[in-house]
T-cell receptor
Framework: NAGVTQTPKFQVLKTGQSMTLQCAQD?????MSWYRQDPGMGLRLIHY???????DQGEVPNGYNVSRSTTEDFPLRLLSAAPSQTSVYFC????????????FGAGSRLTVL | AQSVTQLDSQVPVFEEAPVELRCNYS??????LFWYVQYPNQGLQLLLK??????LVESINGFEAEFNKSQTSFHLRKPSVHISDTAEYFC??????????FGSGTRLSIRP
């Protein structure tokens, strides 16, 4: 039982490049989400999904796309990276929303030059 | 819309002293409240949660939090901290069938 797996752990991009952060969970969780963590800003919700085929925007969605074609996977796409997207990204999942506890991935540190 | 405010970005305390980390929330519906902890160079893990019932909830390592509906607060307390409690603490709020929102975090530093 691997939990929530994020790849890559580290990535350096140049401004304008695109990339995808991968997130996979093997717990049959319906709810999946992406957060970014910046000093003094806490965790800010980027996008979330309450089930396969359903996604919605969080607090800071601009510059990011997501899709949820399967229950297990929830990739986060940066279409044209900007220095403001330099951050640590966390994927998290739970059985459902509301009362359920989030299980976090180990994080992905992204630097955009 | 829901929101969470953590009033202190940093809290320095001496070892064995008591500590309180403050959290206030806003929501128009019934909420579930959580405290998560992030130890240095690690991911986030659940510390404790309030779902319903008793307004005082406890963790296995001596922290407790009290849900106060009238004050819309969920402050975290520990009567005597240890060096190992050094971490960043995040308050979070959700309601049924909705997203989970975190506060800006409070960095707890323990002085010997």
């Amino acid at each position: 039982n691997a939990g929530v797996t994020q790849t890559p752990k580290f990535q350096v991009l140049k401004t304008g490049q695109s990339m995808t952060l991968q997130c996979a969970q093997d717990m049959n969780h319906e709810y999946m989400s992406w957060y970014r963590q910046d000093p003094g800003m806490g965790l800010r919700l980027i996008h979330y999904s309450v089930g396969a085929g359903i996604t919605d925007q969080g607090e800071v969605p601009n510059g990011y796309n997501v899709s949820r074609s399967t229950t297990e996977d929830f990739p986060l796409r940066l279409l044209s990276a900007a220095p403001s997207q330099t951050s640590v990204y966390f994927c998290a999942s739970s059985l459902r929303t509301g009362a359920n506890v989030l299980t976090f991935g180990a994080g992905s540190r992204l630097t955009v030059l | 819309a829901q929101s969470v405010t953590q009033l202190d970005s940093q809290v320095p305390v001496f070892e064995e002293a008591p500590v309180e980390l403050r959290c206030n929330y806003s929501s128009s519906v019934s909420v579930y409240l959580f405290w998560y902890v992030q130890y240095p160079n690690q991911g986030l893990q659940l510390l404790l949660k309030y779902l319903s019932g008793s307004t005082l909830v406890e963790s296995i390592n001596g922290f407790e939090a009290e849900f106060n509906k009238s004050q819309t607060s969920f402050h975290l307390r520990k009567p005597s901290v240890h060096i190992s409690d050094t971490a960043e603490y995040f308050c979070a709020v959700s309601s049924s069938a909705s997203k989970i929102i975190f506060g800006s975090g409070t960095r707890l530093s323990i002085r010997p």
